[in-house]
């Protein structure tokens, strides 16, 4: 979708950040994106932590963005400590004409001055939101149609979380399972900064054992392919605790498989229950496989496999978001 006029927009671009990689991540797809349709020029602004010196300074000043020659100026970034920051710059400058304020992921309080909010829809369970909101499944993450390599595999994994506990032991025997049963696969296993440091140990002296798995620290060079990785295996066993992770894996093909990391009897029942719920959503309508280990009173682990729906088209959340914005940029200009 273009401009009224078939032309391209020239828009500058404000984006208020926190240090989240979660949320940078979905603001990048965002913006890169809309970049197809339009010609951006992006200044970076860092947000602190809220307190009320920092909403006592503003970032930007009215000049500042005024002096541009542009169609169009986006305030736009997800978190906390970013919100507070684009309504106080687009009260600042209310007398710019062709400012749009967008709120990736639903903010806690004066939602109703944002231009748009940009929110999964477990924010929103109910049917009835506000006319300021766009909801989407999950989370943001780049769409990807690469056919998926024959044999190649990707286990990504998390750690504790104020949604999940993660139980290092019930991980390893399903990594062991998974290079177990899938002998002809090769596996590449990315671990994150939440992952256990014994969890580690345990997947590096599996290498005596197995063959068929590279494993790749987050801090080495070669974990810049994990994007490329992910985009290319056929089968992906991911951790439920990153929700962003889940719905990455959802946004390439082939087959996503959600591994158990709690015991049954043990899982977390305190804080939100947003992600736990979303996760289960997925489970139950079959968009994600399962794996998942049980005890018996004998003792003996016994593993199963719940497969995914076949033939399920990858997730285009990032696609439908950024129409709806460019639908909103072209009614500006």
């Known amino acids: 979708m273009f401009a009224k006029n078939g032309e391209k927009v020239f828009m500058h671009v404000y984006w208020f950040q926190d240090l989240k990689i979660g949320h940078l991540n979905q603001v990048q797809v965002l913006l890169d994106e809309l970049s197809k349709e339009n010609e951006l020029v992006i200044t970076k602004i860092y947000c602190p932590e809220r307190s009320i010196f920092n909403w006592l300074k503003s970032f930007l000043s009215n000049d500042s963005i005024q002096s541009q020659q542009d169609d169009l100026t986006l305030l736009v970034g997800a978190g906390h400590s970013a919100y507070p920051q684009i309504l106080k710059t687009q009260k600042a400058l209310k007398q710019t004409s062709n400012l749009l304020?967008?709120?990736?992921?639903?903010?806690s309080f004066n939602s109703n001055d944002f231009d748009l909010i940009c929110a999964p829809e477990h924010d929103y369970p109910s049917n009835k939101k506000p006319n300021n909101v766009h909801i989407f499944k999950g989370s943001l993450a780049k769409t990807s149609l690469i056919e998926p390599t024959a044999n190649k595999g990707i286990i990504g994994l998390g750690g504790s979380s104020k949604h999940y506990d993660f139980d290092n032991e019930l991980v390893s025997k399903q990594i062991e399972y998974v290079l177990t049963t899938h002998p002809h696969?090769?596996?590449?296993i990315y671990n994150s900064r939440r992952t256990p440091s014994s969890l580690n140990?345990?997947?590096?002296?599996?290498?005596?054992?197995?063959?068929?798995?590279?494993?790749?620290?987050?801090?080495?060079?070669?974990?810049?392919?994990?994007?490329?990785?992910?985009?290319t295996a056929e089968l992906k066993f991911v951790t439920p605790d990153s929700s962003n992770l889940v719905f990455e894996a959802l946004s390439c093909k082939g087959k996503t498989y959600v591994m158990q990391i709690e015991r049954l009897v043990r899982s977390k029942t305190s804080g939100s229950k947003k992600i736990r719920n979303a996760i289960n959503a997925l489970v139950a309508d079959h968009r994600v496989g399962t794996l998942t280990i049980n005890t018996p009173t004998q003792g003996l682990k016994v593993h199963a496999m719940e497969h995914p729906v076949a033939g399920l088209e990858p997730l285009a959340e990032v696609e439908?978001?950024?129409?709806?914005?460019?639908g909103l940029i072209n009614n500006k200009i």
Not at 320 to 326: D, E, F, L, M, S
């Open 320 to 326: 439908k978001t950024a129409y709806v914005i460019q």
């Open 101 to 107: 304020s967008v709120a990736v992921l639903k903010p």
């Open 201 to 231: 140990q345990a997947i590096k002296k599996m290498s005596k054992e197995f063959q068929n798995f590279t494993f790749i620290e987050m801090e080495s060079p070669e974990a810049k392919s994990f994007q490329e990785d992910l985009q």
């Open 185 to 188: 696969h090769h596996f590449y």
